[in-house]
């Protein structure tokens, strides 16, 4: 037993190490579609290991045991008494099916609770993440309630699962009381036989020479053995349905375990450009996402950015400003036309070695729980190397960012524990932009980067920019609404129903009266 609670603890550690590694792997697709929901995938992982942490410890053992001692009396009773012996196990069948066919309906119970309980958990993680967007609205009951919600078709599911396995149990009891009771009246039948047998013999050892029947000493142990065998077999119930419930959960884990990605970041294959200039050419590039197949972002888009160049992207809300920034980062790939890079499809190029190139800010930045000094200095490329000193707080320097920083009472140590309580939105899209500068990227993405920061800020970031771009060839595709942002980018494309319908610099859209002079 104390090896297998051993091996068992030793194979879940690996499982749940192969999963994060697996799930870390995966490309955004493989989210979109299996996990409409990515807070639901931590929950579901979670309870999912744990069930198969418990499917392969030490009631593995017990369950073994159980059948080896079920089959071992099972044995004995054949031996003594065959034909009692195979009248009572004629009734195994009857329980075998009973059980397997209420197991296959505790195991889809099982699963459903599973789903219910990562919804739950995904939307409470929400909540208490957002907790004052749900303050501001007053709107804590209606997340307790849709909680609730959750939770009690989760009970509903668990409470139905724990039924069919009790009744899994009754069923079995049942039909082995119905054994044993026919088991006793033909065996009394058979003893009495043989006791007629010996009465009619003077000698008291003819028995051991000749056949005479059946004794009654070999009726009780056959009987009492076949009732060990069906004991020890129901023994075997609670580690049975903790095995169906670990296969299960292991159908989620072990897919993407096994899965390989479309778009491998893990992988060493691929080519990579020694003297990639930064151009970037998207060419009659058809997108839609996975998750909406139907709805077409892009049909025939051409846009082609040259080295070192400034091109800001703007456009109506929803034309798929954003979705040009994934393609880039190689999240999902065109349904058909390509994207070059360097003039190289970036299909055929290592996407470790890409996106190393590349320096993103999200409109909504997310910073990792730890010092600001290590949200700062993540940002380098594993291949270059730890980040310096030096290096963190000139990038902090250039984003704006070192003065507040500074300020805090432990400066560059200060903890961010995950949430924006410590931080203001500005503040942290300037750690943000530092974490990208810091890499020295030769494409810098800005998503709406300076959108939470005020107009002086806003000044100083651009000219932070300006003279990084100054020094060294940087190619910074921006998407921004405010036109405060853009108005010095070198190229100014508007984005509409999928495709450019304006393409010039500020003055020259200005001009032509269409779309940007609207915005």
């Given at each position: ?70 089959v ?48 739950a ?42 039924f ?40 008291p050892f003819?028995?051991?020479?000749e ?66 200039d ?11 996402y ?17 080295p ?9 809300s ?15 790939d ?9 003039g ?27 010092t ?15 980040a ?17 920083i ?29 974490r ?27 000219d ?22 853009i ?33």
């Open positions: 037993v104390s090896l297998w609670t051993y091996t068992g603890q030793c194979q879940a550690l690996r499982i749940k190490e192969k999963f994060v590694k697996g799930a870390f792997r995966q490309e955004r697709a493989w989210f979109d579609i299996r996990h409409g929901d990515p807070q639901e995938l931590p929950t579901l992982a979670a309870n999912a290991l744990q069930r198969i942490n418990a499917a392969m410890g030490r009631i593995v053992a017990e369950t073994f045991a159980n059948l080896l001692s079920s071992g009396w099972l044995v004995i009773s054949l031996a003594l008494n065959p034909s009692l012996a195979l009248f009572m196990i004629c009734m195994l069948p009857i329980v075998l099916i009973s059980v397997l066919v209420i197991s296959c309906f505790t195991r889809k119970q099982s699963t459903q609770a599973l789903q219910q309980f990562a919804s958990g995904a939307f409470a993680t929400e909540a208490v993440a957002g907790i004052k967007t749900v303050a501001s609205l007053s709107a804590e009951k209606w997340a307790v309630d849709k909680y609730q919600t959750y939770a009690r078709e989760a009970q509903k599911h668990s409470v139905q699962a724990a069919l396995a009790k009744a899994s149990a009754g069923v079995m009891g049942f039909l082995f009381y119905v054994t044993y009771t026919l088991a006793f009246i033909f065996g009394s039948e058979q003893a009495a036989q043989t006791k007629k047998v010996e009465e009619d013999h003077w000698n003819h028995c051991m020479f056949y005479c029947g059946i004794q009654g000493s070999n009726v009780m142990v056959c009987i009492y053995g076949v009732i060990l065998c069906a004991q020890f077999f129901t023994l075997m119930s609670p580690g049975i349905q903790a095995i169906n419930l670990g296969r299960a959960a292991a159908t989620e884990i072990f897919e993407a375990i096994s899965r390989t990605p479309e778009i491998d970041g893990f992988t060493d294959e691929g080519d990579t450009l020694d003297d990639y930064g151009s970037v050419e998207l060419k009659n590039v058809l997108f839609a996975p998750s909406r197949p139907a709805n077409v972002i892009f049909n025939g888009f051409n846009l082609k950015i040259k070192g160049s400034s091109v800001a992207l703007v456009g109506p929803g034309s798929g400003k954003s979705s040009i920034t994934k393609l880039l980062l190689r999240l999902y065109p349904l058909a036309g390509e994207v070059l890079v360097g190289a499809p970036l299909t055929q190029l290592n996407l470790k070695w890409w996106r190393s190139q590349i320096g993103l800010v999200a409109q909504e930045p997310t910073l990792m729980p730890g600001l000094w290590e949200n700062i200095a993540c940002g380098k490329s594993a291949q270059d190397g730890e310096t000193d030096q290096e963190v707080i000139a990038a902090a320097k250039a984003s704006m960012a070192d003065e507040f500074r300020e805090l009472p432990d400066g560059y140590d200060t903890f961010y524990n995950g949430a924006s309580i410590q931080l203001s939105g500005g503040q942290i899209q300037r750690i943000a932009i530092a990208a500068i810091i890499r020295n990227p030769k494409v810098l993405l800005l998503d709406e980067a300076t959108s939470a920061l005020d107009a002086a800020s806003e000044k100083s970031v651009q932070a920019l300006a003279g990084i771009r100054a020094t060294r060839k940087l190619t910074t595709i921006t998407v921004a609404h405010r036109l405060s942002t108005m010095d980018s070198d190229q100014i494309a508007v984005i509409a129903e999928g495709s450019i319908q304006e393409l010039g610099n500020h003055k020259e859209l200005l001009q032509e009266d269409g779309i940007y002079a609207q915005l």
